[in-house]
């Protein structure tokens, strides 16, 4: 597994369609919910008759977390959900990436939000593992 400042990521040695499948049951699997699934791939077809490559951003939710996160922190909706992309990249690779909770979240001055932020972070970690 690759790391970022912001997330980590790791490529597979499988299609582009198989890793979302395989992502979305390892989300499952770890407790997370997809509350949202933007293809960006359509999007940008659509608003600007332009060709990209596969690329989607799954917004998953981990509800006993956010909803302690939130109990602690009124305005950490604004952090949230915790997006998971699957894309490929320019060298034809499947690529599925995470953001790291403890990375985005540790601007917030909360003892509590951080414990939630590395839980979500171990559990995301263990998503990508699982792809």
């Given at each position: 597994m690759e790391?970022?400042?912001?997330?980590?990521?790791k490529?597979?040695?499988?299609?582009f369609?198989?890793?979302?499948?395989?992502t979305?049951?390892?989300?499952?699997?770890?407790?997370f919910?997809v509350?949202?699934?933007?293809?960006?791939?359509?999007?940008l077809?659509?608003k600007?008759?332009?060709?990209f490559?596969?690329?989607?951003?799954?917004?998953?939710?981990?509800?006993?977390?956010a909803?302690?996160?939130?109990q602690?922190?009124?305005?950490l909706g604004?952090?949230?959900?915790?997006n998971?992309?699957?894309?490929?990249?320019d060298?034809?690779?499947?690529?599925?990436?995470?953001?790291?909770?403890?990375?985005?979240?540790?601007?917030?001055?909360?003892?509590?939000?951080r414990?939630?932020?590395?839980d979500?972070?171990?559990?995301?970690r263990?998503?990508?593992d699982?792809?």
């Open positions: 790391n970022t400042n912001y997330g980590f990521w490529s597979v040695d499988y299609g369609e198989e890793a979302i499948g395989k979305e049951a390892a989300l499952k699997e770890e407790g919910g509350l949202a699934d933007l293809d960006f791939k359509a999007t077809k659509k600007l008759d332009v060709d490559k596969p690329y989607r951003v799954l917004a998953a939710c981990n509800p006993p977390n909803y302690k996160a939130l602690a922190e009124e305005q604004l952090l949230l959900p915790c998971v992309i699957v894309y490929v990249n060298d034809g690779q499947t690529i599925v990436a995470a953001i790291d909770p403890s990375a985005s979240m540790g601007m917030v001055d909360n003892e509590i939000v414990e939630v932020a590395k979500i972070e171990t559990k995301l263990k998503v990508i699982a792809v």
